[in-house]
């Protein structure tokens, strides 16, 4: 897996030499966007989240880190103190309902409420830099344009300036196609300093390179041969509801594609195969072999020592909404480099 840019990386030293920043993440999730900003030099102050067994993933994984359970709307700023002092604001937001689908669907607007109190909390934090995770359709639809001119009002009158983008994971090393919008702000002239990350020069490893040796842990004899027509990249992952149904990989575009990689699209596996296993797509789903949790992880780009708590559904749905870390690494790295630009980041987290 290529964790990160060297767009970055190779020109400017590594955060290890110049210090950590501090950031306050809300909506943490299982951990997708705190790990790849953690490498590229965030620590956070406190971790905001709303589901039990997340916040026991986030805990299992960093002990050190301060996970709060607790809703984003319930959360006040002024009995935690140390998020007056971060650097960056940053979230995995519930995926946003366009208004016009709001409307079409006498849907709650649950998800547009949890953003609306993310930037409600900009108000008491006033951090230096803000990264917010959502839906490519936020930033590419006119439906979403009342959303967007919402928040750019909202922080406009708090001195910051912003860029929406989408980025596609596949093209920092991610062996998925998926397409993820954010938002990125600055207070003041930062966003001048602020770029994009550049993709890769290198394509992303396939499917069969990525789980070839999980594939084989238990000894099927058909790994390998599996993993040499598994040679594209996954579509993406779908992590689907909280609310209702069990795991499986996406709809049905997406399990035609996971087909032809001869992959069961339609569920996810407990373990690996075993040596018995009969691998012969012709013969339906039962001939294809299905992804375990484990499996899908890698392929969202978390390392293979990242722990997920719960059971089998759970973890799916936690692994399948997170924000893929290489993608969080990269984009950690382009935001930390504009911070760097400032003679009191510098004296405050390195002390010259």
Known sequence: MTWGSTSVAARHGSSASRG?????????????????????????????????????????????WDVRETDLMQFDPAENQQVYDVHLLSGGLPRVKSPAAVARTRGDDAEL????????????VQPLAI??????????????????????????????????????????GVPQSREVGFLVAFKGDLMDRFEWPRPNADPPPSVGETLQASMGARGWPDAARWAAQADSIAPT????????????????GAKAKWERLGVDGATVADQVPDA????????????????????????????????????????????GNATPPPLAHVLGESIAEALWARDDVRVWATGR
Do not use: M
């Open 20 to 64: 950590r920043l501090r950031s306050l993440e809300i909506c943490a999730g299982a951990g997708g966007l705190a790990l790849g900003l953690e490498r590229a030099g965030f620590d956070p102050v406190l971790l905001i989240e709303s589901r039990p067994v997340a916040c026991e993933t986030l805990r299992g994984n960093r002990p050190s």
């Open 131 to 172: 990264l917010f995770e959502n839906v490519p359709e936020l930033i590419r639809k006119s439906d979403y344009a009342p959303v967007r001119e919402l928040v750019a009002k909202e922080l406009g009158h708090l001195g910051y300036r912003l860029r929406w983008h989408v980025l596609n994971a596949k093209d920092f």
């Open 113 to 124: 409420s949890v953003l609306k109190a993310a930037v409600d909390l900009v108000y008491g």
């Open 237 to 252: 992952i779908v992590g689907g509801s909280w609310e209702r149904g069990g795991a499986d990989l996406g709809p049905t």
């Open 276 to 319: 018995a296993f009969s691998w012969n797509p012709a013969l339906g789903r039962r001939g294809r072999v299905a992804l375990t949790v484990d499996q899908v992880a890698l392929l969202q780009g978390f390392p293979p020592d990242w722990w997920i708590a719960g059971r089998k559904t759970a973890q799916y749905r936690q692994v």
